[in-house]
Nanobody, 127 residues
Framework: QVQLVESGGGSVQAGGSLRLSCAAA?????????MAWFRQAPGKEREGVAA????????DYAASVKGRFTISPDNAKNTVYLQMNSLKPEDTAMYYC???????????????????WGQGTQVTVSS
């Protein structure tokens, strides 16, 4: 089994920053995987934000966050971070961490490609 626990959410004003963390435990810690962040705003579908293969350093980002968000793994801590800068009110959402638990990312924005999900952490950006 794999457990993912997100933390770091909160409320900030527009232009501010937050860093989300996703700590992984279980079988996933013994192999390299695709780790991703998704988000879901009220009344909207869940969307991919960023993804990274923990065995490499190439990341993918949604167009709406590119240049503002950075995803990075710390394999020694089995943790993936999402540094969010220049936050906008439209970034307000529940943020979820996910992993495919087997390898490279592929079509990273497809939810069906991820086997394990965290419970989410809320991010609220006020104008």
């Amino acid at each position: 089994q794999v457990q993912l626990v997100e933390s770091g959410g909160g409320s900030v004003q527009a232009g501010g920053s937050l860093r989300l963390s996703c700590a992984a435990a279980g079988a996933v810690t013994y192999r390299r995987n695709c780790m991703a962040w998704f988000r879901q705003a009220p009344g909207k579908e869940r969307e991919g934000v960023a993804a990274i293969y923990t065995g490499g350093d190439i990341a993918d980002y949604a167009a709406s966050v590119k240049g503002r968000f950075t995803i990075s793994p710390d394999n020694a801590k089995n943790t993936v971070y999402l540094q969010m800068n220049s936050l906008k009110p439209e970034d307000t959402a529940m943020y979820y961490c996910a992993t495919n638990a087997w390898g490279v990312c592929g079509s990273w924005e497809r939810e069906s490609g991820y086997k394990y999900w965290g419970q989410g952490t809320q991010v609220t950006v006020s104008s």
